[in-house]
Structure formats: C-alpha cells, structure tokens
C-alpha cells in the first residue's frame, strides 16, 4: 500500500476515534471508549507507516487539516452541530492551508 493509503487510514481512524469522544461520557461508557483507544492506535501506528515515505510536515499536515475538518462535518451530520458560513469558510481555509502546505514540499 502506498504512504498516501496508509494516510488515509490514520485520518479515518483518527476521525473516527474523535467522534466517539462525545459517546465515552467521559470515558465511563466501556464500548465508545475502546472505540477511541483503538481508534488512535490505528490511526499513530498508520502515521508512522506514512512517515516512512513522506515528510513529517507534509504527512502531519494533510493528517491535521483533513481530521480536523472531517471531524467537523461529523459533528454538524451526526451529532447535529449548527453549520453556517463561518464554519465552512473555516473548514476551506483548513483544507487551503495543507494545499499550500503541499506545494511548499520539499523547497528549501
């Protein structure tokens, strides 16, 4: 699988592991806490696997930006969060930001 799979891993299983944190109750309900504890597990273990090939600042950037907004557009689908232009325009602005990120790459 390539760095960019492996990538895509760790950002679904850190955005997964995230949406439960609200279930947890503060960690007193058993199952969507042992959803957030492997939930982050696979998503470091699939980090470091990504890091093997792509840069730390690339691969972090593209992990953060796109958690953080993914796990916002959970929380307006599932947990019925109020979404309005601030909020997407943040979201865009997230998701610009690794853009740039990228394409700053490997320059010196």
């Known amino acids: 699988m390539s760095a960019f799979g492996f990538l895509l891993i760790a950002i679904a299983s850190e955005v997964f592991a995230s949406s439960m ?3 947890t109750a503060g960690f007193k309900r058993l199952l969507p806490t042992f959803g957030v504890v492997i939930g982050y597990g ?3 273990y699939f980090l470091s696997l ?3 090939t792509l840069q730390i600042g690339t691969a972090y950037a593209i ?3 796109l958690g953080t907004a993914l796990t916002a557009v959970v929380g307006v689908i599932f947990y ?3 979404f309005n232009v601030k909020k997407f325009v943040g979201i865009v602005l997230i998701i610009g930001g690794v853009v740039i990120l990228n394409l700053a790459g490997g320059s010196h």
């Open 21 to 23: 944190l609200k279930q």
């Open 42 to 44: 696979l998503a470091f």
């Open 50 to 52: 990504t890091l093997q």
């Open 63 to 65: 992990w953060a930006g």
């Open 80 to 82: 019925k969060e109020y």
